[in-house]
């Protein structure tokens, strides 16, 4: 039977408000594909009888007269029906090869089907067989990757081959089964390009321009996708004519869950509001959203989590199928497991499907989900692609994505049939973000979405290419190599997906049974498997990471008890975890809960986060970064809730910080952009609030993801700036270029004026409430655009130097002496004509500079350090206040060094010793010189300073 949520969710005592959106019809042409294709249609193929959209007869036409196309239309758009038809009507008849390019097995398998049946009732040659485990397409068709490769036999006579593009990878860098085949290519088709994400995106490009190159060939190309929102990203690499279009979509009801009813009003009555129940659950999400009442929510979008799996069980008993999406592999693992099935899918009616289960599962859970068996099925991203799965008509969000483009691709996968009535889009939210994205419900989805989908970006010089090709051979400038950081005798080796990423075996001990579990990345381990992370999937904490001196390998340890293990071998747990795990007990003694450590972190009750650092040599650009994490901390909820004196009733949180600094060689090496600047000292404690409203811009005006950018504070006030995978945003704005994202010029210009004259509005609150809902959430508006406008300059590496039109010549030798008092990474100096001494006491050092300036009959010249006495203010001079006072925004030691002398030495010199000392080495001559340095720095600008004030 066909199910309403509507009914299921009362039954189940869930309070919701649902909203609907009316159907929109089909944009038909007048012709059918047998109009256009009258020799393949000659034939009886089962798409011939229908009509063309708008955009599949544009596709068709372009494709007809030699035209490279990228085309953007809506799921169920019918896109690969249009260039499918136009290659199939030329097979008939000539050697016209196709290659299509999927980013996904799951995507490529339910296309291949489709397409088997296309060229089967075309009369063409093919054949499909089960081999092991898995189907293999055979003869004019062909589908070609890692799961079939060695039961595929011949592949320089197929028509049309599909595969991926760590196949494609392989072929254009030596020969291969693929060779013979692309030596004859017509037609290139990269499938859901917005898949990738803008490094893969740049990166797939850029193989093409090596496969025209190593091949001979110049086929056709057509870029398509549901949400790319700048096709013509793609052009500096192929020139493409842009096609457009909409498909039909059904009546669509979308429900949003607050929690359960009884859970809703008890929240209503603890708050004491002076409004009716009714119009609180109308403003639920507003309310939550609010850090006023942040402590009566706290709970309840924890509870949704199992509210999903008792409405999912429901769906169980419906005829239609349900997919529901959750945000990441251990979420959805968790999820299936509490619905009473195996991660392995044994034919059940419910089932996981995501990158971390098995391929011959994969492909067994998509049969199950088209004949009917699987009812129900919870992903993460390998469903969010094109999988043609007809009768889909509910999709269930388990908490919302990160990106817009995400949440259309979600809703994409329902109502892809025209005989379809009705679809069901289900939100279940499960964090505080969750609940600023609904404070009007479906008008904040409709504000959030209308963003439109993020921006891919690529950069034909972004120099991640310049090292593939150097290290292929196809470029012999190793000079490069050196500049990067490569050791050009141990050379990376390049994958498509998880680049430089090797694997890390894992264990756990369950009580008295001892398993091993699936294999994770190098980066997963410093990312989320160091000493002390919390497995929430097994229930575990990570005892001890052990190198294998014969495996060459890292063996993550795991225990349900934080007590030694000898599984798989002798491990015992640090003191400082032993510690931790203390603690914590005396919290649940505290709540008068009983500590049980593996049943709190399967629920969710306790959890961990690492923080992160990067590691680079001198100043920054496109280098070969160290990715090392600076600790690991625990966080506890209380299984009941806790009642505070104002009547109040939530579940409380308390943090531990484990007293452990991971080793820097547990570290993940990988190439990206990364810079640093030095902070001025006082915007030390304005970093999130800067560049989290500068990533809102971003994302506001020029659609750049919020997960490009990533910044950190490291020892000695280095703000440090990089891109997750390499991009070259931020190349370009250090070098005082612009990149092109949705038709418009990203400059450091165009970002200063945009933050200046950005308004205050739901979209860009929305954005910033997301990013830090406590910081912005009762922010001073123009105060926080203000920080931001200083950031820009951190990011961009400029300063904003105004002083009317009078040329100033600043000189070396000073009006004033002055005795120059600094810290850096913890140690202080006190630097006099050129002599520096160290101190490890602050107050120390501000005496002996007192001293010091008497004797030199001079004064004491600062950097935003506030150490010496304010009844000496007189003698002592905040040249850092100064500088800000005159200039109107921040100037950093470094670039005032830059400026004023034309050395660009220390920032590079900062960092290195940052790095050195985070490693553990003795660096007291290196701190002097730097202090010296930075002293000399110091005197110059206290120059410029009493020049200014001249003028």
């Not at 609904?438 to 991640?464: F, H, M, Q, R």
């Amino acid at each position: 039977m066909l199910c309403s949520s509507s009914d299921l969710l009362s039954s189940l005592g869930v309070a919701f408000q649902e909203s609907v959106e009316n159907p929109v019809p089909p944009s038909l042409t007048d012709i059918k594909f047998k109009d256009v294709f009258p020799t393949l249609c000659s034939r009886a193929v089962s798409f011939c009888d229908k009509t063309l959209y708008q955009h599949q007869l544009d596709v068709i036409r372009l494709l007809s007269s030699g035209r490279s196309v990228a085309l953007t239309a809506e799921t169920g758009g019918g896109k690969t029906e249009a260039w499918l038809g136009y290659a199939m009507e030329r097979q008939i008849s000539q050697d016209f090869r196709a290659l299509a390019v999927y980013p996904t097995n799951a995507l490529s398998g339910d296309q291949v089907e489709r397409m088997y049946n296309y060229y089967t009732q075309a009369g063409f040659n093919v054949s499909k067989t089960v081999r092991g485990k898995v189907k293999v397409f055979e003869g004019d068709l062909v589908k070609y990757d890692g799961e079939v490769g060695k039961y595929v036999r011949d592949l320089g006579r197929p028509k049309t081959v599909l595969t991926n593009p760590e196949v494609l990878k392989n072929a254009v860098e030596g020969h291969h089964k693929l060779s013979k085949f692309l030596s004859g290519l017509r037609l290139l088709v990269l499938d859901e390009f917005d898949f990738y994400g803008s490094f893969r995106a740049t990166f797939l490009l850029h193989l093409v321009r090596r496969l025209r190159d190593r091949y001979g060939v110049n086929p056709q190309v057509v870029v398509m996708s549901a949400t790319l929102s700048n096709p013509s990203v793609a052009r500096p690499f192929v020139e493409l004519e842009q096609v457009g279009g909409k498909s039909f979509r059904p009546r669509n009801v979308t429900y949003f869950l607050l929690g359960r009813e009884e859970e809703v009003k008890r929240i209503y009555s603890s708050l004491k509001l002076e409004v009716s129940y009714q119009d609180f659950r109308r403003d639920f999400f507003k309310y939550a959203a609010d850090p006023t009442y942040a402590k009566a929510f706290a709970g309840i979008f924890r509870e949704n989590g199992e509210l999903a799996e008792r409405l999912l069980s429901e769906y169980l008993k419906c005829d239609e199928l349900t997919i529901a999406f959750a945000r990441g592999m251990n979420e959805a693992n968790n999820l299936v497991g509490r619905l009473g099935v195996k991660v392995k899918y044994e034919g059940n009616a419910v089932a996981v499907h995501h990158s971390g289960v098995s391929k011959e599962s994969r492909q067994a859970v998509e049969d199950g989900m088209r004949s009917g068996k699987v009812k129900v099925v919870v992903t993460v991203k390998t469903l969010l692609q094109g999988i043609d799965l007809g009768n889909v008509t509910r999709v269930v969000h388990v908490g919302l994505p990160y990106t817009v483009r995400e949440f259309v691709q979600r809703e994409g996968r329902k109502g892809r049939r025209l005989e379809l009535p009705q679809v069901e889009s289900v939100v279940v939210p499960t964090s505080l973000q969750d609940a600023v994205l609904l404070s009007e419900y479906s008008e904040s989805l409709k504000e959030w979405t209308s963003l439109g989908p993020e921006a891919i970006v690529v950069s034909p010089d972004n120099e991640y290419l310049k090292l593939y090709d150097v290290v292929m051979g196809i470029d012999d400038d190793r000079r490069f190599l050196e500049e990067v950081g490569v050791d050009p005798d141990h050379l990376p080796k390049f994958r498509f997906y998880d680049n430089f990423a090797t694997t890390v075996t894992r264990w756990v001990r369950d009580g008295n049974d001892c398993r091993e579990l699936e294999d994770v990345t190098r980066r997963d381990l410093v990312e989320r498997f160091q000493v002390g992370c919390v497995d929430p999937f097994n229930g575990a904490v990570v005892l001890q990471n052990v190198w294998s001196k014969s495996d060459h390998r890292w063996t993550v340890v795991e225990s349900t008890e934080v007590m030694p293990t000898d599984c798989p071998f002798h491990v015992e747990p640090i003191q400082q975890l032993k510690d931790a795990d203390g603690k914590y007990v005396q919290i649940c003694k505290r709540w008068r809960e009983e500590p049980r450590l593996e049943e709190d972190a399967k629920r969710g009750k306790l959890w961990s986060s690492v923080s992160l650092d990067l590691l680079f040599k001198g100043e920054g650009g496109f280098k070969m970064a160290k990715e090392i994490a600076r600790k690991v901390t625990w966080y506890v909820e209380s299984r009941g809730r806790i009642t505070y004196p104002d009547g109040v009733s939530t579940y409380e949180v308390d943090k531990v910080d484990l007293d452990y600094t991971p080793p820097y060689w547990l570290s993940y090496d990988f190439p990206t952009y990364v810079y640093a600047s030095e902070l001025d000292p006082a915007d030390s404690d304005k970093v999130e609030e800067g560049m989290n409203f500068l990533l809102a811009v971003l994302r506001l005006r020029f659609g750049l993801d919020l997960r490009t950018i990533n910044f950190g504070v490291s020892g000695g006030g280095l703000l440090k700036v990089w891109e997750r995978e390499p991009v070259g945003v931020l190349k370009a704005l250090r070098e005082g270029r612009s990149v092109e994202l949705r038709g418009r010029a990203l400059s450091c210009r165009s970002l200063l004026d945009e933050v200046r004259n950005v308004q205050d509005s739901n979209q860009l609150r929305m954005l910033l409430e997301y990013l830090d809902p406590y910081t912005f959430r009762r922010m001073n508006f123009n105060a926080s655009k203000a920080v931001a406008e200083r950031f820009v300059h951190y990011v961009c590496d400029t300063v904003p130097f105004k002083v009317e039109e009078v040329e100033l010549l600043v000189p070396r030798n000073p009006k004033r002496r002055a005795v120059v008092l600094d810290s850096f990474l913890g140690r202080y100096a006190v630097v006099k004509e050129g002599k520096v001494t160290l101190y490890q006491d602050r107050i120390v050092a501000s005496k002996d500079a007192l001293k010091e300036s008497i004797d030199l009959d001079g004064v004491v010249a600062t950097y935003g350090h506030q150490e010496v006495d304010p009844k000496f203010s007189s003698m002592v001079v905040d040249v850092d206040r100064e500088v800000n006072k005159l200039l109107g925004g921040p100037l950093s030691l470094a670039k005032a060094r830059e400026l004023l002398t034309g050395r660009r030495d220390i920032l590079a010199e900062e960092n290195d010793l940052s790095a050195s000392i985070q490693e553990g080495r003795s660096e007291e001559d290196k701190l002097i010189d730097l202090f010296r340095k930075r002293a000399e720095t110091i005197q110059l600008l206290l120059n410029l300073v009493d020049s200014l004030e001249g003028t």
